[in-house]
């Protein structure tokens, strides 16, 4: 079975500019979750998705959304792009529905974004 | 909410030894989920072993094992064996559920970055 994957593997972007990353998760898992993860603040969660809904969202600023496709798929979005924004961008899939204690969150290699 | 310390910042041990990575959490819930993932230089996060609070036994995957105590709030890492390839980045991680609206999050602790020496 395929992993996660995220698209594309690294960007470079310039203050201002706005970013679409991409993450297609396990085949048959329906929740996506997206963390951020920088030197200085380490690994924080972003939001996640299930069947299309966000279902939870953590304490970023609005410039920072998302969605997901009726085929699992998720996108995340960030605009007006902040030199703070530079960090690696990762993926996480997991079965989803009710919140259980053995459900397990299988990441992607994640997206460097470098805003300059 | 959650909280997950991770004292080490940097471990060091010979190939074939056996380590240890050290993990306390905090939590108010009865139930709760403990993980471990591996990241590479890579950047890709690997899952590594899953441990439940109602779990009566410690969780073991192949040279992974988990020694959790749950009266100390703890949930080490165990590598045996050490190979070269083991050197990455570790973290321990805990599930911060929503039961009510289904979701749920990692709440991860700093990492402790493992060097495996020839």
């Known amino acids: 079975k395929a992993g996660v994957t995220q698209t594309p593997r690294y960007l470079i972007k310039t203050r201002g500019q706005q970013v679409t990353l991409s993450c297609s998760p396990i085949?048959?898992?329906?929740?996506v979750s997206w963390y951020q993860q920088t030197p200085g603040q380490g690994l924080q969660f972003l939001f996640e998705y299930f069947s299309e809904t966000q279902r939870n969202k953590g304490n970023f600023p609005g410039r920072f959304s998302g969605r997901q496709f009726s085929n699992s798929r998720s996108e995340m979005n960030v605009s007006t792009l902040e030199l703070g924004d530079s960090a690696l961008y990762l993926c996480?899939?997991?079965?989803?529905?009710?919140?259980?204690?053995?459900?397990?969150?299988?990441f992607g290699p994640g997206t460097r974004l470098t805003v300059l | 909410a959650q909280k997950i310390t991770q004292t080490q910042p940097g471990m060091f041990v010979q190939e074939k030894e056996a380590v240890t990575l050290d993990c306390t959490y905090d939590?108010?819930?009865?139930?709760?989920?403990l993980f471990w993932y591996k990241q590479p230089s890579s950047g890709e996060m690997i899952f590594l072993i899953y441990q439940g609070s109602y779990d009566e036994q410690n969780a073991t995957e192949g040279r992974y094992s988990l020694n959790f105590q749950k009266a100390r709030k703890s949930a080490n890492l165990v590598i045996s064996a050490s190979q070269l390839g083991d050197s990455a980045m570790y973290f321990c991680a805990m599930r911060e559920a929503d039961y009510q609206g289904g979701s749920e999050k990692l709440v991860f602790g700093k990492g402790t970055k493992l060097t495996v020496n020839p």
């Open positions: 085949s048959g898992h329906r929740s």
């Open positions: 996480a899939s997991s079965l989803g529905g009710t919140a259980t204690s053995t459900d397990t969150q299988y």
């Open positions: 939590t108010s819930d009865q139930s709760y989920g």
